[in-house]
């Protein structure tokens, strides 16, 4: 048993992990393409290419970033300690771009597919990341680094 402890523990209060959230919705919205099709037929051979050209970004994206994460001894888990604040590769551009990563996922799957679902799903799921993760990652972050992690902040959008 351990004692208890009036320190906050070392990582972001995060509930929802955010792989395990998109693949909630895709997979909820694939469910939901069959039980109730919901689809947009618009663009053909063209909606498809873009799909898989949003699928292939945030594969690329989402794999930039956690090269870069294990370079810099990063964890992917929000709820894992921040050793330090990084400001090279990807976060130069956006200060989630995991997450970016897995939102052109989803995205590039529900174009592809012509599934309106997926799309439609992708705001509620955006909604929960950022209050329910997003922003609990930026308050451990600014209560660890400070005014180094504010100016980061004030610098460098969240999205894009």
Do not use: C
Not at 40 to 60: C, E, N, P, Q, T
């Amino acid at each position: 048993m351990t004692a208890p402890t009036s320190e906050p523990r070392d990582g972001a209060d995060v509930r929802v992990l955010p792989p395990l959230l998109f693949l909630g919705s895709i997979v909820l919205g694939l469910a939901l393409g069959w039980l109730a099709p919901l689809r947009f037929h618009a663009g053909g051979r063209a909606r498809v290419l873009l799909g898989l050209a949003l699928i292939a970004g945030g594969v690329a994206l989402g794999g930039w970033t956690l090269r870069w994460m294990r370079r810099t001894n990063q964890h992917p888990d929000p709820r894992k300690p921040t050793p330090s604040l990084i400001f090279e590769g990807p976060v130069r551009f956006s200060r989630i771009p995991i997450y970016v990563g897995m939102a052109l996922l989803e995205a590039g799957i529900g174009v592809a597919l012509g599934n309106l679902w997926l799309l439609l799903l992708l705001a509620p799921t955006l909604w929960i990341l950022a209050h329910y993760v997003i922003e609990r990652e930026e308050a451990y972050l600014a209560r660890k680094f400070g005014e180094p992690y504010e100016s980061y902040r004030h610098s460098v959008r969240r999205w894009l």
